[in-house]
């Protein structure tokens, strides 16, 4: 065989068609001149990526390579998470391969490195790390949440509550937690989704069905918290508080039949409560009906002689009787019991000022910069003006 023919490797092969002799040349791969593969694949951890933080009890893991010269040699695929394989648990395709890894309960917290591998069929082995962040399983996030909250630490309470949630997304107590780290930190539109939550995991967790309408209220969403409370008193039919939140949003929402409705339920209940005698007094104040509340606050009062509120309310009662001496005294009376009360040393202020003793109304402008200054501008503002 000559030379060329040894390089080449040339077959001449004869084909008929249609009566033609027609050559065939064929070079197979191995020519001379051809240069070795020697290039590893192209490797990458899609997921997760360095420092996530990983809980519950699986760690989701994405891969992906490529070989445009000899190709992947698919079995050679290693996934390691701290020098244990778990390869075996990932499917492979044409580009990459993924799957879950079962997190073991020794997994120690802190940094874990995660190692994946693959050669191509020219032996050329590619290898990449990262490291996963291990925080410990959620019972114990949940439980540095309720330390976290128990301190006023409500940041780090929502951080740690969040993490639960993220790694156990059907752990309804972990929702109502974060809910009230949400209530907290006043982010009340987090707090009314993780209290809905909690309560489509759970639907008759009274807790929570209470705590979704406060935080319906306190976003002034008063038809969301009438539903969340109608709910609660479903729930608990004798359950005062739950009757009590009903009658303040029904009342704040203007509905005042159902307002009245659900607090004389409450009182049924809860006979010695005064803060329901209170919110009592407050419906008839916003229908005018001074007398009727006036009766409320002192029955408020009477139930309980240390309650700020009912004192505030009945002094209000007087003061839309134009019975300013009875207002004066009883915002006194409110004050003794909280000196700092703004809203008493206010009222007090204006009912002086319609006795015509400017001097005691000017005697409250002092005191009520000390625990309101904008409530004191206004005070100021009235003895100039009336």
């Known amino acids: ?24 040349v064929v070079i197979p791969t191995n020519a001379v001149g051809a240069e070795p593969d020697t290039t590893p694949p192209t490797l990458r951890i899609v997921e997760p990526t360095t420092g996530t933080e990983v809980g519950g009890d699986e760690l989701t893991v994405e891969i992906e390579y490529r070989d445009t010269e000899s190709g992947i040699a698919a079995q ?7 020098g244990k394989d778990y390869a075996g648990q990932f499917d492979q395709h044409n580009r990459g391969a993924s799957g879950h890894i ?25 290898r990449v790390e990262t490291l996963v962040k291990y925080e410990g399983p959620p019972e114990e996030q949940y439980n540095a949440g309720l330390a976290h909250a128990q301190a006023g630490r409500w ?74 409370y109608r709910n609660a008193t479903e729930l608990d039919s004798k359950n005062g508080e739950a009757f009590k939140s009903l009658g303040i949003a029904y009342r704040a929402d203007k509905k005042y039949p159902d307002a009245k409705q659900a607090l004389g339920k409450a009182r049924q209940l809860n006979p010695q409560d005064a803060d329901i005698y209170s ?32 004192y505030i309310g009945l002094g209000e009662a007087y003061f839309e009787q134009a019975r300013y001496e009875k207002a004066a ?45 904008e409530l004191s501008e206004e005070l100021t503002r009235r003895l100039l003006t009336e």
């Open 1 to 24: 065989m000559s030379g060329a023919t040894s390089v080449f490797h040339r077959l001449a092969l004869t084909l008929s068609l249609f009566g033609l002799v027609l050559p065939l």
């Open 76 to 82: 050679t695929l290693h996934v390691l998470l701290n």
């Open 102 to 126: 079962r997190l073991p309960k020794s997994l120690p917290a802190g940094d874990n490195r995660l190692t994946a591998e693959i050669a191509d069929r020219a032996g050329n082995v590619a």
């Open 155 to 228: 940041k780090e309470a929502e951080a740690s509550f969040s993490k639960v949630v993220k790694f156990d997304p059907q752990d309804a107590d972990a929702h109502v937690q974060l809910g009230h780290a949400y209530q907290y930190l006043k982010r009340y539109p987090e707090a009314v989704a993780a209290y809905r939550q909690a309560t489509t995991l759970r639907p008759d967790d009274l807790e929570a069905v209470l705590s979704l309408g406060d935080a319906s209220m306190q976003m002034k969403d008063y038809g969301g918290a009438t539903i969340a």
């Open 279 to 310: 919110h009592i007094g407050i419906l008839e104040l916003a229908q005018q009906n001074y007398l009727l509340a006036e009766l409320s606050f002192r029955r408020a009062v009477l139930v309980n002689p240390k309650s700020t509120p009912a």
């Open 329 to 373: 005294e009883a915002f006194n009376q409110a004050l003794q019991v909280n000196p700092r009360s703004g809203k008493a040393r206010f009222r007090l202020g204006v009912a002086y000022l319609s006795l015509k003793d400017r001097a005691k109304a000017q005697e409250q402008v002092p005191l009520l910069a000390q625990v309101n200054k």
